[in-house]
């Protein structure tokens, strides 16, 4: 596997956030040969709707491992090569241990406004 940063929406930096646009700060794990090397904590701007994918793609995020994500989301970020798992739920250091050894896949439905009628 080649050098990744490999992002998670979160609020205790210990959990996963339960929504991607509802997150305090992103956790960053920097993987080197299938090792965590570092962690380090980015803040998202303001919410402005359609901004927090953007702002990854600054930040040159590889993998965006979310809760629930809607499609635009999903869409812009396959767009900018960033690889999506979402649906997840639990503790980050436990998701990213199976991410790196092939066990993590997406599970749920990509919402849009039809139904999701909490989205932020």
Request: glycine share 6%; net charge neutral.
């Amino acid at each position: 596997m080649k050098n990744l940063k490999i992002a998670f929406p979160t609020t205790d930096s210990i959990l996963l956030d339960s929504h991607f646009y509802g997150c305090k700060n992103f956790k960053v794990f920097n993987i080197e040969n299938d090792k965590v090397t570092s962690t380090y904590l980015i803040t998202p701007p303001p919410y402005v709707h359609g901004d927090m994918p953007k702002f990854l793609v600054k930040e040159k995020i590889d993998v965006i491992i979310s809760g629930p994500m809607g499609e635009a989301t999903f869409n812009f970020l396959k767009d900018h090569k960033i690889d999506v798992i979402y649906g997840m739920k639990g503790i980050m250091t436990d998701l990213i241990r199976l991410y790196l050894i092939g066990e993590l896949k997406s599970d749920g439905t990509l919402y849009n406004h039809q139904n999701y009628k909490n989205h932020l």
